[in-house]
């Protein structure tokens, strides 16, 4: 039974820092494409991840890039992200996201591409 458990939100203040987790479980990790997705209070999830990883690239949203970063520990089956100088309009629930055949490729934004999902953190940013 394939698992994806994120934890790691909160609540900061505008300027702070935190840094989600994505345990995978019930598959193997290394050589799959993993994401990070989110979804604002009272929106639809935002259309596209906002991260992708696997052992050969690393692909940003143009909304987090140069604030957020990705990363894996294959040993741990475990995926990170660690957001620097949030601001308000970052608060969301954070979904991490695998898919269970394919390295991310060249389309690792596409919601379509990911198969298994978490449940979910919320993070809430004040300002």
């Known amino acids: 039974q394939v698992q994806l458990a994120e934890s790691g939100g909160g609540s900061v203040h505008a300027g702070g820092s935190l840094k989600l987790s994505c345990v995978v479980s019930?598959?193997?990790?290394?050589?799959?494409?993993l994401g990070w997705f989110r979804q604002a209070p009272g929106m639809e999830r935002e259309l596209g991840a906002i991260?992708?990883?696997?052992?050969?690239?690393?692909t940003y949203a143009d909304s987090v890039k140069g604030r957020f970063t990705v990363s894996q520990d294959n040993t741990k089956k475990t995926m990170y992200l660690q957001m620097n100088d949030l601001k308000p309009e970052d608060t969301a629930t954070y979904f991490c996201a695998r898919d269970r055949y394919w390295r991310c490729g060249t389309n690792p934004m596409l919601d379509s591409k990911y198969d298994d999902w978490g449940q979910g953190t919320q993070v809430t940013v004040s300002s």
């Open positions: 019930g598959l193997p990790f290394a050589d799959y494409c």
């Open positions: 991260a992708g990883i696997d052992d050969d690239s690393i």
